[in-house]
């Protein structure tokens, strides 16, 4: 029904230089919203948007979500119809900003010798060691990994920016043991047994919790708890946050930030106010 103007959202998505990804997400999010408004693209304003956008909000949905769809036919509105766009009509939710799960490094220590498959040992190690995003370790070539550097090669980055990261001894000799008993794969590092294609998401997931019931643990972890986890022991150790953010791939200093609030090394040492008041002395 809508082919014409959908076919449009895809040229400028592919103009834009989108993430496969996220053309996909636009396309499906203007598709539904033209097929609730039922109204000629030629004929929508942002009126149409508010209150599609707030029977989303008011079904419950989370802000995360709701900015996806915000994102999506705010595109549509600015590059396809080139119909005018009042944020203060149509605003963005503003997100609960939540202290993210980080594992202690005795933790840490327990989940990766919990863990019996060397490719799934490996690819824990690596998202801890360097951290490396769960996309990240999913796309990585043999020939990223390089010994002589001690680097990682990141091309897959979420950021659309290559970038280097560290390479641990003890993960390299994981990985190493792993490659070794697993075929040597030189193309994709850690392909499908089934299709020798990248891996899913979701089975890594899988593979985690499972893995995380074997231990003690009672936190919910998740492959980007590694990562959270990596930038707070490198605040903890001292490292500069400019270093750690590079490290992350972070463009935005302020996503970096959010480990000073985390890191015990961070409070460590602080003194309340109201003890230099009564230092000597007493209330």
Known sequence: MFTEILNKLDEETALHNLTPRTCLEYRATVNRFLKVIQKAPSLLTDDDARAYLLAKQQSGIKAQTYNHYHGGIH???????RVP??????????RDIFLPTVLTRAEVFELLNAETDLKYKSMYTLMYSSGLRLSEV???????ISRKTMLIHVRKSKSRQDRYVI?????????????????????????????????????????LRDCVKKTSITKRVTPHSLRHTFATHLMEDGVEIRFIQALLGHRDPRST?????????????VKSPLDTMLEGGAL
């Not at 766009?85 to 503003?94: G, L, T």
């Open 75 to 81: 595109f549509f509105y600015r590059y396809v119809l």
């Open 85 to 94: 766009w009042d944020p203060d009509k149509v605003p963005r939710m503003k």
């Open 138 to 144: 999913i796309h990585l070539h043999y020939e990223d």
């Open 167 to 207: 390479l641990s001894k003890a993960a390299l000799a994981t990985l190493t043991e792993y490659w070794q008993k697993c075929g040597k794969p030189t193309g994709i590092l850690f392909p499908s047994r089934w299709t020798g294609d990248y891996l899913s998401p979701s089975s890594v997931e899988q593979k």
């Open 257 to 269: 930030e959010i480990y000073l609030h985390i890191s015990n090394k961070s409070l460590i040492g």
